[in-house]
């Protein structure tokens, strides 16, 4: 009867190699497409808080159309940073699941997943700043 290990070790020699580069191209699509989404995400952060700015300056100088409309702002990068949490949770379970699939083993984590969360910290500083004005 054989052990465990043997067993595994026997797996792995008879999983075809193209399953494991089939398995890293995809990670690398995902990689480009959650990159992509890192850079859409940080645009619409950035819009948000340049309509609240320069709808404050219109206030300032009098030219203001609402007194309100800094809202636009605000939703835009409360949406911007939600869509970017939900985004980010996608890919790294997906990440996850892709891990699972290889034969080889590496524990590194995806760069693309510190990026996600950094810009979601990003949003929520942002929400902030623009709910209160300091």
Avoid at 17 to 31: F, G, I, K, Q, Y
Avoid at 76 to 82: D, M, P, V, Y
Wanted: glycine share 4%.
């Amino acid at each position: 009867m054989k052990d465990e290990q043997t067993i595994i070790k026997e797996a792995e020699k008879d999983v075809d190699p193209r399953v494991d580069l089939a398995v890293e191209r995809t990670m690398l699509a995902m990689e480009r497409t959650q990159l992509a989404w890192v850079r859409t995400v940080l645009t619409m952060i950035t819009a948000g808080i340049a309509i609240d700015k320069l709808h404050m300056a219109r206030i300032i100088a009098g030219i203001a159309w609402q007194k309100d409309a800094y809202i636009a702002g605000l939703v835009l990068t409360s949406t911007a940073t939600a869509l970017m949490a939900f985004v980010s949770v996608q890919f790294i379970l997906r990440i996850r699941e892709l891990k699972s699939m290889r034969t080889s083993s590496s524990n590194l984590p995806q760069p693309g997943a510190f990026i996600s969360i950094f810009i979601v910290a990003i949003g929520i500083l942002a929400i902030f700043s623009l709910l209160y004005s300091w």
